[in-house]
């Protein structure tokens, strides 16, 4: 329990905080260094074959910056904040084709928007200055 006294009409206040950490939510969040939200960039034109391991948990790179496609090296941390990986575990052993453009409707498996004009006209940064 706090008493505050205020100044302007003299008199006292009781107040009781029963969550004091609830102030450090309050806080304003982090700095941002861009207003905009991240967008991923292409990494591949194509659809990339991965042998998946049943039971295995995968991370499914989102931003298109890792340098191991189609999984996650970290790089959305620096290159692309406020993307993440998609986390996923397959149910058994497989051989999958999963999304290198990173517009799939149906992530991490291709779902052929890879052929789609704006895919195919788009260009792919280079990976070589990452």
């Known amino acids: 329990m706090s008493i505050i006294m ?3 009409i003299g008199i006292w ?4 905080l029963r969550q004091p950490w609830i102030l ?6 982090k ?5 905009l939200p991240s967008e991923p960039v292409i990494a591949s ?3 990339l074959k991965v042998e998946l391991v049943g039971g295995k948990r995968y991370s499914w790179c989102t931003c298109g910056h890792s340098k191991k496609q189609p ?3 970290g790089a959305h941390k620096t290159k692309a904040q406020g993307l993440a990986p998609l ?3 397959p149910e058994q052993d497989s051989t ?3 999304c290198g453009c990173k517009c799939t409707n149906n992530p991490p498996y291709c779902d052929g928007t890879h052929k789609q004009d704006f895919i195919k006209s788009a260009q792919i940064p280079d990976q070589t200055n990452c």
């Open 31 to 35: 700095a941002q260094l861009s207003t």
């Open 71 to 73: 999984f996650c090296d």
């Open 6 to 8: 205020s100044e302007t």
């Open 24 to 29: 450090s939510k309050i806080a304003a969040p």
């Open 96 to 98: 999958a084709w999963l």
């Open 13 to 16: 206040v009781t107040t009781t």
């Open 45 to 47: 034109k194509k659809p």
């Open 87 to 89: 986390r996923f575990v």
